[in-house]
């Protein structure tokens, strides 16, 4: 079992998603992500074993080296797809209850702002790190966010912004979503953003990049 | 020396020889030049080019769409946004209040089928992509001004993202590095042969200007190997095509592409804009580093200019223009284009003080 687990989480962190894709050359005509996941349930292998100690530890292992510039974004994009066809399997087991999400992540990019590469690849590493995301999209308003946190009580919120003119918007946000609930997580992301601003707008944290974001959630989900 | 004009300046700061002072140019916001000329600082129709003491002028005049004749098809209007299919097939929703980049709402092209199919077909060089009477108007403005005349192109990889998204051409890196290749190498070719038609009617501009955004906060879309396998071969024939006739190349690129500049160094540029602090950029780590081979324009950090606080202005300036001018290789710019968020005074008080600081 041991060896199918170890097999997955290559195949994430190397990007493998199934025996036809091409990606990466040095594993062509190998299984991916996809059929190794299959194989490993129909071996009775628990999918929280498949989450826990095989695709999170393989999200983890190149969200770090993304991180580090040891990889970049067409890494962490075939990463993310891997890890989309191994969790399709494990779908009928977070429905069922068998599996669970560490949290819910609701994210977006604020009122103003119509940039999503950045929002996308927090999402894509969050659901790595075993989180369900809820993708609000674009140009999201404070309401919009609020509104979404009381569908999802106790979730983490995450804000981007890449223009300086619509920062004042992730301010109004984060002032709304504390108002509603004072212990709520708000964590604040994009190119013009820094732990300065984060702590003046009244935010938890301010992450440079997606990994960032999931250690510091995990940190905090060790905590408690 | 005496004063120059912004020819003479401009030619020897990317050649980096002697100069009389630092150049001087910047990119501004649509927004801002509502705003400035709202508080009646500048004119309505006044270009900043004018108004302020800048040494360049630009003019773009390429249409690189794929389809030249397909009108935009509205999908969907708010108050504030507008949603349409545009002539390469992509779907973006674009803010109609202010200044943004679109979203990437869908994507027409996301494999080589499609480029084949739908795009690639129709990139050829028609004249019909080229505003032959705007470079001819801008062009001889700029000489009647004395200002560095730098046409402008979009180059490959900001060409190919507008067809089918950063998510597909980045995983088309990986899994297809063939087409994108492919994408890279007709756009390529495109460039250079309506640069041949525009230059051999209208004449040579001063230099040319590259356009590409290769990286984001703290780190570039593609690793340098990429670089240098899939995107340099495009970089080495548009740069050149424009070195072996002389004219001098500034490349721009925002976010954060330090880790591609030897990469881009090779490929032939002579000047590289805009250093985007925010992003990651260290201008006097790249001063350091690369100052001997290449000169730079901008990264100075805008935060500290709508800040509005001549103070942290000041420290800024300071820390950096004693440092780059050294090797005459300097444009003061700031680190992406001015928001209306900095006020109109702040903006004059930081080109007095840069020019001041910057003088020889």
Not at chain 1, 2 to 18: A, M, P, S, W
Not at chain 1, 95 to 112: D, M, N, Y
Not at chain 2, 140 to 157: D, H, L, T, Y
Request: aromatic share 8%; with cysteine.
């Amino acid at each position: 079992m041991q060896d199918l687990l170890e097999q997955i989480t290559v195949c994430i962190e190397r990007g493998k998603v199934n025996g036809k894709s091409p990606y990466p050359p040095d594993m062509r005509g190998q299984d991916g992500a996809d059929e190794l996941v299959s194989k490993a349930l129909g071996a009775g292998v628990p999918a929280t074993d498949i989450l826990e100690r095989a695709l999170i530890i393989g999200m983890g292992n190149v969200g770090q080296k993304f991180s580090e510039n040891k990889v970049f974004v067409p890494d962490l994009l075939m990463s993310a797809k891997a890890m989309t066809a191994a969790m399709k399997h494990l779908k009928p087991f977070f429905e069922s209850g068998q599996a669970k999400h560490k949290g819910t992540f609701i994210l977006g990019t604020v009122q103003g702002d119509l940039h999503d590469i950045g929002k996308n690849l927090v999402g894509m590493v969050m659901e790595g790190g075993g989180w369900k995301v809820v993708d609000l999209g674009v140009d999201v308003s404070a309401e919009k966010f609020l509104e979404a946190l009381k569908q999802n009580p106790g979730s983490v919120v995450g804000l981007s912004a890449l223009l300086t003119t619509t920062m004042v918007n992730m301010e109004k946000t984060v002032k709304l979503l504390k108002q509603h609930d004072a212990k709520a997580t708000v964590l604040v992301g994009g190119a013009p953003l820094t732990n300065e601003f984060a702590k003046k707008i009244g935010a938890d944290a301010y992450s440079p990049d997606p990994q960032g974001a999931l250690n510091y959630l995990t940190d905090r989900h060790s905590r408690n | 020396m005496g004063t120059l004009t912004g020819i003479e300046r401009i030619h020897n700061i990317l050649k980096r020889k002697p100069v009389d002072r630092i150049g001087l140019y910047e990119h501004f916001w649509g927004d801002t030049h509502k705003k400035w000329s709202g508080e009646g600082h500048l004119g309505k129709d006044e270009p900043f080019e004018d108004h302020f003491p800048f040494d360049i002028q630009e003019c773009g005049a390429l249409n690189l769409v794929a389809r030249l004749d397909f009108q935009p098809e509205v999908i969907e209007e708010t108050d504030e946004t507008i949603l349409a299919r545009d002539g390469n097939g992509a779907v973006l929703r674009r803010h109609k209040l202010h200044d943004t980049t679109p979203e990437h709402v869908d994507f027409l092209v996301k494999d080589r089928g499609a480029w084949e199919e739908h795009i690639k077909p129709h990139l050829t060089p028609d004249p019909k992509r080229i505003n032959f009477e705007n470079y001819r108007n801008v062009k001889k403005r700029a000489a009647e001004r004395g200002r560095f005349f730098a046409w402008c192109g979009i180059n490959v990889f900001e060409l190919m993202h507008p067809v089918c998204g950063h998510e597909y051409m980045l995983m088309g890196m990986a899994v297809d590095p063939d087409w994108v290749k492919d994408m890279v190498n007709t756009y390529a070719n495109l460039l250079v042969d309506l640069m041949e038609i525009l230059f051999g009617q209208e004449g040579y501009p001063d230099g040319i200007w590259y356009y590409e955004d290769m990286g984001f906060k703290g780190r570039p879309f593609i690793s340098l190997d990429m670089y240098r396998e899939i995107i340099q071969p495009a970089h080495k024939k548009t740069v050149g095509y424009a070195k072996d006739r002389g004219l001098p190349v500034i490349m721009h690129s925002c976010g954060m592409v330090a880790p591609l500049v030897p990469g881009m160094i090779e490929a032939g540029i002579d000047c590289l804009q805009v250093i985007e602090v925010k992003a990651g950029m260290d201008l006097l780590q790249l001063y350091q580093d690369y100052g001997d081979r290449l000169s730079f324009m901008g990264g100075i950090d805008v935060r500290v200019l709508y800040s509005n606080d001549r103070r942290r202005i000041d420290e800024e300036l300071l820390l950096k223009i004693p440092v780059v001018k050294n090797n005459f290789g300097y444009v003061l710019h700031s680190d992406h284009s001015i928001p209306d968020q900095v006020q109109y005074n702040s903006y004059r008080y930081f080109i007095e003080k840069g020019l001041e600081l910057g003088n020889y």
